[in-house]
């Protein structure tokens, strides 16, 4: 672990501990962070979390897994559709279900548009933090187009309870694909005006450079994940090492950092975002308004309810919709497994027990954005105290994951 | 990929042209659509499919729709309906005499519309549902209908108007 050597300069000072939160703006939310400074400079930092705590994990025990969906929603609240579809596709692994290849190419859409609407809004308040108050503007006027996508998608803008085990909640309106494609060609202009204003800007670039570094070792040995790790030279893509969603089909690359400091961490989610917009064009060429989103053989029947038309006239589908409603899909009894997604914040895991109903034995959730808080003590340490909230910026925590 | 950071040019480390290129940015941003929705005096309309206050619906014979089957009150995730099922000596025998959904609770998943086997349970438009009081928010069988009645429900129905 690293040790930054803290400069003596003959004068006999005295440690003094701070609060930092959890009513602080700058910390994202309800973080507190318990400082000891020398002067000016960080010698210990030390994140207490809970306060937003809400035992997500406790009450999934209760519920059927298709009502844990919502649930999922409030946990990185920034980019719910990659939690929706994350615990759908661990609940189809656990249940051994195949999916059609239109959901899957819809997944993959709603997945990078997640991405893409959760940087946007991590660009907007950490160039706020640092001082760059325009950017927030114009970062958010961007964001909000995708709210408009999900909201035409989904039914709301912010908590969209897309995913569904088997398949997604409703199909996309005729000329959909055009919007997000008209979107998605249009960010480029907005991040590159973006980068005009901050990438060779020198007050941003001084209050970032060698700014909370963490070197690859650390990086991997608190199992950093996501852009945090990359930034630190890590190679590590879940959409590359274990491709879902056939993302191994589609063309794009990791952005990799050499330092590991804030403006790494900067210049990789600004390149991410931009190959997200890659991926998302090569999906949409792929996809076929026509095919089915659901599967048609008689045995995955059992998982999604029955078309509204055919339920509200005929008795067997009437009858099948109140048996998947209240059995719904039926987990293996005492089988377990572990499946985790490329969250924009980093590896999001899902870990199922089944019970051998509906209602899953025990649920975790491996949250990125909380086993990246772990590596702030070592970033901090030997900082400033005014860097601090650029650190914690960059490292884009959602409390809402951290805490569950 | 690794990204190369670049290097400050000497005029860049002067700090002014910086200045200048952010205060021309924000210039041209001056001239250009305003995307902000005034909210009390500029109304926003909803696209379709917008999922809203849940409501009750009427049939044609005008009774209400639901059967009490419960389906919606099994899978509401928060269990924000409570229904009190009860007997008629109309063809559909069972109705229901209370049915209560509360808003403060209620978190605008659809779920009950999803599984509403008789299409008697329908989101609404309607989203501006604050109160000062949280009783007030439960909403009983009564003001749902007559929500529902409100509502021009029928799909395709409806036409989306643009934002602003």
Redesign the interface.
């Known amino acids: 672990m690293k040790d930054k050597e803290v400069k003596n300069l003959g004068l006999r000072t005295e440690k003094m501990t701070i609060n930092m939160g959890p009513q602080h703006p700058a910390t994202h939310g309800v973080l507190r962070l318990v400082l000891t400074l020398d002067g000016e400079v960080v010698v210990g930092a030390v994140p207490y979390v809970g306060y937003l705590h809400r035992g997500i994990e406790k009450i999934a025990e209760n519920k059927t897994l298709h009502q844990v969906i919502p649930y999922t929603d409030r946990m990185d609240y920034l980019s719910p559709m990659s939690n929706n579809i994350g615990l759908c596709l661990a609940v189809e692994k656990l249940i051994g279900f195949e999916t059609t290849e239109k959901c899957r190419v819809m997944r993959v859409v709603a997945c990078e548009l997640a991405r893409i609407s959760s940087h946007l809004l991590w660009l907007a308040t950490d160039a706020l933090d640092i001082g760059a108050g325009t950017v927030y503007f114009y970062a958010f006027t961007e964001r909000e187009k995708y709210y408009d996508l999900f909201e035409e998608m989904t039914g709301v803008r912010f908590t969209v309870s897309y995913g569904r085990i088997g398949g997604l909640a409703r199909d996309w309106k005729k000329d959909f694909e055009k919007k997000v494609y008209d979107v998605v060609l249009n960010t480029p202009k907005c991040l590159d005006e973006i980068e005009r204003l901050l990438t060779r800007n020198r007050i941003f670039v001084e209050r970032n450079r060698d700014v909370g570094v963490i070197s690859r070792e650390d990086a991997i040995a608190l199992s950093l994940s996501g852009p945090n790790l990359r930034a630190s030279g890590v190679e590590w893509d879940i959409r590359k090492a274990y491709p879902y969603l056939g993302y191994e089909r589609y063309k794009f690359e990791i952005p990799v950092g050499e330092h590991g400091d804030c403006y790494d961490r900067y210049l990789i989610r600004m390149e991410e975002m931009r190959q997200s917009i890659e991926i998302i064009k090569q999906a949409l060429k792929e996809y076929d308004p026509k095919a089915p989103l659901w599967p048609e053989d008689n045995d995955s029947q059992k998982v999604f309810y029955p078309p509204k038309e055919k339920v509200l006239t005929s008795m067997e589908e009437l009858i099948h919709q109140f048996m998947v409603a209240t059995k719904g899909p039926k987990t293996p009894k005492y089988k377990e497994i572990y499946f985790c997604i490329e969250a924009p914040k980093g590896e999001l895991g899902f870990y199922i027990v089944g019970s051998g109903t509906n209602v899953a034995h025990r649920l975790h959730f491996r949250s990125p954005s909380f086993v990246n808080l772990q590596s702030l003590p070592i970033m901090l340490q030997g900082d400033m105290v005014a860097d601090v909230v650029a650190t914690v910026a960059s490292l884009d925590p959602v409390l809402g994951e951290v805490d569950r | 990929?690794?990204?190369k950071?670049?290097v400050?040019k000497w005029w860049?480390?002067l700090?002014l042209p910086?200045v200048e290129?952010?205060l021309l940015?924000?210039f041209r941003?001056l001239f250009k659509k305003k995307?902000t929705v005034q909210y009390p005096e500029e109304r926003w309309v909803?696209?379709?499919?917008?999922?809203g206050a849940p409501v009750l619906l009427t049939g044609l014979d005008g009774r209400e729709k639901c059967t009490s089957?419960k389906?919606c009150m099994?899978?509401c995730?928060p269990q924000a309906i409570r229904i009190v099922a009860g007997e008629t000596e109309h063809p559909i025998e069972k109705y229901p005499q209370e049915f209560y959904i509360d808003y403060g609770l209620c978190?605008?998943?659809?779920?009950c519309q999803?599984?509403c086997?008789?299409?008697a349970i329908w989101?609404k438009h309607e989203f501006e549902l604050a109160d000062f009081d949280r009783t007030n928010l439960i909403f009983g069988k009564d003001k749902l209908l007559q929500m529902g009645r409100q509502e021009p429900y029928l799909k395709g129905k409806e036409k989306p108007l643009k934002?602003g």
């Open positions: 990929m690794i990204v950071r670049p400050l860049e480390r700090y910086v290129d952010g940015t924000t941003h995307v909803p696209p379709e499919g917008f999922r089957c389906l099994f899978i995730p978190i605008f998943c659809g779920y999803e599984v086997p008789c299409e989101l934002k």
